[in-house]
């Protein structure tokens, strides 16, 4: 009869051992990088949306600052018309930028609403990331990022927070304004990111 081998308790207590150790010493890096997946994604969702702001800017300046019908600067980007910002007196907003749709009732960019802000994401972008204005579709959970319109007058911007960072409530509901955003002032034509 042949013998049989194995492990005996003790090995397998020690190897268990030392798997739990690597994984407790693994497992704050992995959350980590999670977070930093998380920021960087925002990041380059934000690069994108202020570099294609600044691309239907060049295209307007490159087309000789076209003005329609009723005097006001628009541009068509990618096959979109956008209405853009027009310049004021004291400088608190800057010419070509654009601020929602040609189709928009939107006439500057004082009176951006939500609605302007997630025509833009969607028009803007090539693969636009899932977006809604509504709070209770967000929570949900099947969208990417929740679309607000913030501030009054010529300091009016667009917010997008990225729901995959977004927190919980003290009911245990989604908050999702809780998590890293980036907004977009038209008036400036400036994208900012801001990391939670």
Not at 56 to 76: F, I, L
Not at 109 to 119: E, H, K, P, Y
Not at 166 to 189: K, M, Q, R
Request: proline content about 3%; aromatic content about 8%; glycine content about 8%.
């Amino acid at each position: 009869m042949k013998k049989q081998s194995g492990f005996s308790l003790v090995e397998l207590v020690i190897v268990i051992i030392v798997v739990g150790l690597l994984a407790a010493a693994a497992l704050p890096r992995f959350l980590q990088i999670t977070d930093e997946a998380k920021k960087a994604s925002i990041e380059g969702v934000a690069g994108g949306y202020a570099t294609a702001a600044l691309s239907a800017r060049a295209q307007w300046e490159a087309y000789g600052r076209p003005v329609d019908t009723n005097g006001d600067y628009k541009v068509n980007y990618d096959g979109t018309d956008f209405a853009l910002t027009r310049a004021t007196d004291d400088n608190t907003v800057r010419d070509g930028y654009p601020f929602a749709l040609e189709t928009s009732s939107t006439s500057d960019v004082s009176s951006v609403t939500a609605s302007d802000c997630l025509a833009l994401i969607d028009n803007l972008l090539q693969n636009p990331p899932q977006a809604t204005v509504s709070q209770a579709d967000a929570a949900k959970g099947n969208f990417l990022f929740y679309v607000k319109a913030e501030g009054s007058d010529t300091s009016k911007l667009c917010r997008y927070y990225q729901l995959a960072s977004a927190g919980t409530n003290g009911a245990g509901s989604t908050d999702v304004e809780a998590g890293h955003s980036f907004t977009y002032t038209p008036a400036l034509g400036r994208v900012e990111v801001n990391l939670k």
